[in-house]
């Protein structure tokens, strides 16, 4: 069977480098991919927000499965073109329908399902340009940190935690009178500030049953530390040491359970992954969001710990029988070691030679996301570039080779945090 998967970061890179284990997967196609994802499938030069270009390739190269890997493509509902297409809706796709997307397609909307299905979350409101005076008059009363959300897509960065009104009230004018992200910022949720360590759980559902996945850590910050601004995701860890029985039991029952039926209430009609980041807060799990596919940096570091045939799961998925598939987790630790261009996540500058790859050792896995090969040379193009995984008996040592891996990948004022797992230090498994 062709597999064809959407988008282009290191997210995906590492989808076709499981994906390619399998041996009912006959090609796998990445578009556009990257020059990493060109290892483990062929490039397609497509234009992924152009639906009836992707259309035509899908029928051109007798697709069978689509994987969407992109939010954006979600959001912009290309599970409902394909499912509308008499020649395409034959297409297997994972990832769900517009409606459920919204999920993450909205803040708003994330927040008013959470509360609507007793969901566990922050206390919130979300204000537009035209309430901006209420909007002002909530932040001089409201307690601080506040968390002050983008109500749209934003690429990992449409977060902000305000320590101060002063701070609060510059984000707000940022966001809905300048624009700052665009159409993203023309509505922000405003919600309380939950203290905690954050986690995040993943699954593969089809609004019924479920298959959970190992459940990871992502650093957003781009400083050591976890100082300065959210990025889309500085590294990994998997498992996470708090996570035992019982946390999850709660996770089962106070956040998944009540999802699933809101998911079938709302007739979401739901077939794909759903990432839920939350807080752990003296030992009980809020919901800070949804997101509608894997996470990145999070894939890089779970999908080498599971050793089941990812093929076989998504067939599950379509045939509805996750209720009998039996994943296999390997046990060990796999921590993940993002590379990014210097100023990212503000202005970085593209085009500089990567060197230094031929050193990293053959059991740490590499997975590009922002690069491109020209005239023969491995160039950045992004402001995340290049992840590096490693997987141990323990956190340390995988951190250890994650961390040299990292160090012998170069080019022109490169970064990566070397504290990356440094919060997890101490905490019993």
Request: net charge negative.
């Amino acid at each position: 069977m062709n597999v064809l998967i959407i988008g282009s970061g290191a997210r995906e890179h590492a989808i076709a480098w499981k994906l390619s284990q399998s041996e009912y997967c006959e090609k796998v196609f990445v578009a556009p991919g990257n020059a990493g994802t060109a290892k483990f499938g062929t490039t397609a030069a497509v234009d992924i927000h152009n639906f009836n270009e992707l259309a035509k390739f899908a029928t051109d190269f007798d697709i069978m499965m689509l994987v969407v890997g992109s939010e954006n493509s979600l959001v912009e509902g290309i599970h409902d073109y394909f499912q509308s297409s008499e020649y395409l809706k034959h297409i297997l796709v994972v990832g769900p329908k517009k409606a459920g997307a919204m999920l993450e397609g909205s803040k708003d909307y994330c927040k008013a399902f959470l509360q609507k299905y007793g969901i566990p979350t922050a206390r919130y409101q979300t204000f537009t340009e035209d309430t901006f005076k209420e909007a002002a008059s909530y932040l001089r009363d409201h307690s601080y940190p506040a968390v002050i959300k983008a109500d749209g897509l934003a690429a990992g960065k449409g977060v902000i935690i305000a320590q101060d009104y002063e701070e609060a009230i510059s984000v707000l004018e940022d966001m809905l009178r300048n624009k700052r992200f665009g159409s993203a910022s023309s509505k922000v949720v405003i919600e309380e500030y939950l203290q905690g360590i954050e986690v995040s759980v993943f699954i593969l559902t089809d609004g019924k049953d479920y298959v959970l996945l190992p459940e990871a850590k992502d650093y957003k910050r781009i400083g050591e530390g976890d100082t300065g601004l959210n990025t889309g995701g500085m590294g990994a860890v998997s498992p996470v040491p708090f996570v035992d029985d019982a946390f999850m039991q709660k996770v089962k029952d106070r956040v998944i359970a009540p999802t699933l039926r809101g998911m079938q209430e709302e007739k979401m009609d739901y077939t794909g992954f759903l990432f839920i980041g939350l807080m752990n807060v003296n030992g009980d799990p809020y919901v800070i969001e949804y997101n509608v596919r894997l996470g990145d940096p999070e894939t890089e570091a779970i999908l080498p710990r599971i050793k089941s045939d990812l093929f076989e799961l998504f067939r599950a998925l379509h045939e509805h029988k996750l209720g009998e598939f039996k994943l296999e987790i390997d046990p060990r630790t796999a921590t993940t070691v993002f590379l990014v261009s210097g100023g990212y996540p503000e202005g970085f500058e593209k085009g500089k030679e990567i060197s230094g790859l031929a050193q990293v050792p053959k059991d740490v896995l590499v997975f590009h996301a922002g690069t491109k090969e020209l005239n023969g040379k491995l160039l950045n193009n992004g402001g995340r570039v290049i992840a590096v995984t490693a997987l141990a008996d323990t956190m340390d040592e995988a951190l250890a080779k994650a961390n040299a891996a990292a160090e012998a990948i170069t080019w022109d004022d490169r970064y990566y945090r070397r504290d990356i797992g440094f919060d997890l230090r101490g905490i019993p498994a």
